[in-house]
């Protein structure tokens, strides 16, 4: 027997149920993310005056704000793969995903290429409470767009086939995925002035 | 009942369709009910793993420093005793077991997993892949906890909360508790936004929200618990990792000394965090673990005494509340870390707060007996048995929940007298009185109501005879996670014979609980064959099949429901009960 509302949605709550299903895992989502941003502010109010350090001190400015644009710029080409979708451009939704998915390669090389300057010069985790939370927090934002863009190949590559058999369905997948995309977006939007300017 | 019959009667011939293989169909299955019942085994096994180490941990405090019968030859290391060390392992594994593998799974991954699906209608979960990674998630958090047992130094022994700076430096085994906890969150939440989306997306046309049987509601509720508040622990986890693996210091304050030696670490960590985040979570949990009960209790309880709730919205809208208030309060189990009074305040007033709609959920229960004619069923009996039995664990909260008088009894034998006779009298009473009740929808057959008897009874008196001496000797002062029961203290002397009248109770639990165990086997195979609705219930469930075929939907057609979930004794109708599904009185 079918599950009901896989692809259509249900009439008296208006969605259906992978994408009521996305809402609620971030619900979830939203609060480890928030535990962690309390457990930032616990950590730098308790600490005693004068001893804790500033992100301006360790990290690089200029390229969190590089990668702020490249993410924010992957966001809206999500957007754009799930509007070629419903405009019945298959062509398009592959030219937008591939852009999104590259943004997303963009970003772990540039947040790479900042972890390995700190090794370099001796900056671990270990190193203080400052960049404990700091590698923590970024290093699961990373996790985070390393999942994204699985979901984003897949739906690129093997999942795409799906267009064919059942459009609408494909479709709503693009939704969901591009959901989950956008909040990791909003997640660095927070962490990067938390960490780097404040 | 035509319902039924037709599903009989269509059973073998769909069932040609598409045979899954052996594999498909029981092991990594995605039917809602097989997976039920994997959870029900599961944590059924994990339940009784707990409880035996608490026996071992039983013999420890009534006879200290001797050498423990049976399982004695397997410590050659200390000829027999339980040491310190040890007992510690013990105690913080039989608090994580219990808690996260055996009564969460059994109470939402089981009977939520079996029965939720049946009493909305619906063919399945919304996510039956989703729904089978959660399953398995489980089972790999828990072979990573039982395994850590093997690690080097022993498994996680920092107790069930693992308060750092001591679980930060203790050894590897704490290192698989965390990782065998995320497993179990990653599973937990999961599993959650599955029974939301199938709770809100699934149910069968007519099924309003104040039609949805009680047993509904209060999954609904502990499945916005448990995706909300797992991910505070998931948090916790991660820093405390951290901590372990990658030599931060968040739960370690500067200047730290262990053994006499400053740790070598940059410090600045807060203890206290680990705390706030640990009870966030482990409050709402409170609820996770009482709320399912109260469901099951509800069903039993409408289906015995043939007739409505009583206050069933109130009940809805208590529990709905409850949900929201089990948010603000965690901080009541830290009056003691001297986070100020102004905290400690808000806390106990919000405290004093969530105990009100506990009280109007039970007092609901209470008055729906006013005038019934009992059935005194073997799950009735544990449902009557839980009212008292959930009474005097929530009433002996309040004075934890008051800052004054918790300072007294903060980490005494009263805390595990209070909150063993919510859980253990309390929800797992429920969780029996559930498995008598719907077995015989899993398998057709009804349990020995004999044998049900002969479970019972030794369990409520033996239950009692292990918690109730530890309120006495919690306000004599005796101190919780002593391994010798408090023998090296003075002030226990007066108090400690209980140890030994508690140990021989616990072990007399265990003996009580084999006519259970053999009624379970023994029923699947010779139990009474029964109809699809033995207990001449309402609710939806009993609208399918008995063992309602896997992998082919639940019921023939989707159920319309045109009436509330319990109708019992409704005037002018033929029989003292009315299905949710059918339309006129008189036709029953």
């Known amino acids: 027997m079918e599950i009901p509302y896989n692809v259509e949605a249900r009439p008296d709550t208006g969605v259906y149920n992978a994408k009521l299903g996305v809402w609620l895992f971030l619900a979830s989502e939203v609060m480890l993310f928030g535990a962690l941003f309390s457990s930032y502010v616990l950590l730098r109010t308790g600490a005693p005056p004068g001893t804790w350090h500033h992100g301006r001190e360790f990290l690089n400015v200029p390229l969190a704000t590089l990668n702020t644009i490249i993410l924010i710029a992957s966001s809206v080409t999500m957007v754009m793969s799930w509007a070629s979708l419903k405009l019945n451009d298959f062509r398009k939704y592959r030219m937008y995903m591939g852009f999104t998915l590259l943004a997303g390669v963009g970003f772990l090389i540039v947040k790479g290429f900042e972890y390995g300057h700190k090794f370099e010069v001796g900056l671990f985790p270990k190193s203080n409470i400052f960049l404990a939370i700091y590698f923590t927090l970024t290093g699961l934002h990373g996790l985070h767009v390393i999942g994204g863009m699985i979901v984003n190949g897949y739906l690129l590559g093997p999942g795409a086939k799906m267009w064919k058999t059942e459009p609408e369905r494909f479709t709503n997948r693009i939704e969901v995925a591009g959901l989950y995309w956008h909040f990791v977006d909003l997640v660095w939007i927070f962490l990067f002035p938390t960490l780097y300017l404040l | ?588």
């Open chain 2, 1 to 588: 009942m035509a319902l039924v019959d037709e599903r009989v009667a269509h059973g073998h011939s769909e069932s040609h369709h598409h045979e899954l293989g052996f594999w498909q169909k029981y092991v990594f299955s995605q039917d809602h009910k097989v997976i039920g019942i994997q959870y029900g085994f599961t944590s059924l096994c994990f339940l009784l793993f707990g409880f035996s180490l608490m026996m071992m941990m039983r013999w420890s405090l009534a006879y200290p420093n001797q050498p423990i019968p049976l399982v004695g030859k397997l410590l050659k290391a200390s000829g027999g005793i339980i040491a310190p060390e040890l007992y510690n392992q013990l105690g913080a594994m039989h608090g994580t077991i219990m808690v996260f593998l055996g009564i969460v799974p059994l109470a939402v991954g089981a009977f939520g997993n079996y029965v939720v699906p049946l009493q909305i209608g619906a063919p399945d979960m919304a996510f039956p892949k989703l729904n089978m990674a959660s399953y398995w998630s489980y089972f790999i958090g828990g072979v990573i906890m039982l395994s850590s047992f093997f690690a080097p130094g022993g498994a996680a022994q920092s107790g069930w909360t693992s308060y750092p700076p001591l679980s930060d430096i203790a050894p590897t085994g704490q290192t698989m508790w965390l990782f065998g906890m995320l497993f179990l969150i990653i599973s937990s939440v999961l599993g959650s936004m599955n029974f939301l989306v199938t709770i809100i997306q699934l149910r069968a046309p007519g099924l309003t929200w104040m039609r949805l049987p009680f047993f509904v509601w209060a999954q609904f509720v502990t499945s916005f618990l448990l995706l909300l508040a797992f991910p505070a622990l998931q948090a916790a986890a991660v820093l405390q990792m951290m901590d372990r693996l990658a030599g931060t210091s968040f739960f370690l304050p500067s200047g730290l000394v262990v053994s006499g030696q400053q740790l070598a670490v940059a410090g600045g960590g807060s203890p206290l965090l680990w705390q706030h985040l640990f009870w966030f979570l482990a409050h709402p949990e409170v609820y996770v673990l009482i709320l399912p009960a109260f469901g099951i209790i509800a069903e039993v309880i409408a289906n015995n005494t043939r007739k409505p709730l009583w206050g069933y919205r109130s009940m809805v809208y208590a529990v709905t509340f409850l949900g929201f208030m089990s948010f603000i309060v965690w901080a009541h189990h830290m009056f003691m870390t001297g986070m100020g009074t102004v905290m400690s305040t808000f806390f106990q007033t919000t405290t004093m707060i969530i105990s009100i709609p506990s009280v109007i959920v039970l007092t609901a229960l209470i008055i729906s007996l006013w005038g019934a004619s009992i059935r005194y069923t073997v799950p009735m009996l544990f449902a009557l048995a839980f009212l008292p039995m959930f009474a005097i664990g929530g009433l002996t909260g309040l004075p934890l929940g008051l800052a004054p008088s918790d300072i007294h009894l903060h980490d005494t034998y009263y805390v595990i007298g209070h909150f063993h006779y919510v859980v253990a009298p309390g929800t797992i009473f429920a969780m029996f009185a559930g498995i008598y009740y719907w077995f015989p929808k899993i398998t057709g057959r009804m349990m020995s109501s004999k044998l049900g008897q002969l479970h019972f009874w030794p369990s409520f008196l033996f239950i009692n005879g292990i918690f109730m001496p530890m309120f006495i000797q919690g306000l004599a002062g005796v101190q919780r996670r002593l391994y010798d029961g408090g023998a090296s203290y003075s002030h226990a002397q007066p108090v400690l014979h209980w140890n030994v009248f508690m140990s021989i109770s616990a072990w007399c639990l265990a003996l009580s609980q084999i006519p259970f165990i053999i009624n379970l086997f023994w029923s699947i195979r010779k139990g009474q064959k029964v109809g699809a609705n033995p207990w001449e219930a309402t609710t939806l469930e009993w609208a399918a099949a008995p063992s309602p075929p896997i992998a082919h939907g639940n019921f023939p057609e989707v159920p319309t429901v045109v009436r509330g979930p319990y109708d019992y004794s409704l005037p002018g109708a033929s029989q003292d009960f009315v299905p949710q599904h059918q339309p006129q009185p008189q036709e029953a």
